[in-house]
């Protein structure tokens, strides 16, 4: 089971990524979408939304466990 430690770490990292995504986001919407986006902004964009969907996971198991 995760700590209180991991768990906090966990939240920090889903902090950073989600600010990342909202940059990025941002910067698609300047080329008028994701399909109009140079290539590596989109693949960051894939990138950091499926490291979300793993810090989310982790958070995820962490609470189940935890009940």
């Avoid at 919407?29 to 989310?56: F, M, W």
């Amino acid at each position: 089971m995760p700590s209180a430690d991991e768990r906090a770490h966990i939240e920090q990292l889903l902090k950073i990524h989600r600010r990342s995504l909202a940059t990025l986001e941002m910067q698609a919407a300047n080329y008028g979408g994701e399909a109009n986006a140079p290539l590596h902004i989109v693949n960051q964009l894939d990138t950091t939304r499926e490291e979300i969907r793993k810090l989310e996971s982790r958070l995820s198991e962490h609470s189940s466990a935890k009940a």
